[in-house]
T-cell receptor
């Protein structure tokens, strides 16, 4: 079974500061995709950023960037210039492209608190 | 931008009753999913559906659960005889391919009394 570990149940950061959320995963697949989803209090699941495992370049999306270390199976999310609207649960989710309609495997999530 | 929609937003039912949760995936998507999230816990995979059949299901998805795509637009999850522990948020999702991200609906909050 594929496992996803988010070792920080909760993180707190001052507004405008930078925070990094960690994620490690375990897979024997060589081709896969990695996603970070955000779940605000509304509980809607919102895609934050995605990374293809075959790409060495780390993905960035405005204030959000990842540090993808394939050999270490690590996929951390960095949020720069944190804003109050970033407060949410953040889930790391690999997706393995083994040919079937496999979905996402979610970690337990990190609750991000933004201090004004 | 197209969205996945789900109805109802909140369903309250008595234990032992059947419920049907409805989803309209994004129209050109081919892969459909149901996930659930018990309050305060992680999002758990239930089932994936492609080409009018189940592709994969988790151990949670037992004989009490079934999925159907009754027409070209709806995708439903049926729970035949609800239990208290079925109380959760149920998310429908769809994707256009196996390597792309999943678009999630807003969820249906199921409360079993």
């Amino acid at each position: 079974a594929q496992t996803v570990t988010q070792s920080q149940p909760e993180m707190s950061v001052q507004e405008a500061e930078t925070v990094t959320l960690s994620c490690t995963y375990d897979t024997s697949e060589s081709d896969y995709y990695l996603f970070w989803y955000k779940q605000p209090p509304s509980r809607q699941m919102i895609l934050v950023i995605r990374q293809e495992a075959y790409k060495q370049q780390n993905a960035t999306e405005n204030r959000f960037s990842v540090n993808f270390q394939k050999a270490a199976k690590s996929f951390s999310l960095k949020i720069s210039d944190s804003q109050l609207g970033d407060a949410a649960m953040y889930f790391c989710a690999p997706r393995y492209s083994g040919g079937g309609a496999d979905g996402l495997t979610f970690g337990k999530g990190t609750h991000l608190i933004i201090q004004p | 931008e197209p969205e996945v929609t789900q109805t109802p937003s909140h369903q309250v039912t008595q234990m032992g009753q059947e419920v049907i949760l409805r989803c309209v995936p994004i129209s050109n998507h081919l892969y459909f999913y149901w996930y659930r999230q018990i309050l305060g816990q992680k999002v758990e995979f239930l089932v994936s559906f492609y080409n009018n059949e189940i592709s994969e299901k988790s151990e949670i998805f037992d004989d009490q659960f079934s999925v159907e795509r009754p027409d070209g637009s709806n995708f439903t999850l049926k729970i035949r005889s609800t239990k208290l522990e079925d109380s959760a948020m149920y998310f429908c999702a769809s994707s256009s391919g196996t390597g792309t991200y999943l678009n999630f609906g807003p969820g249906t909050r199921l409360t079993v009394l």
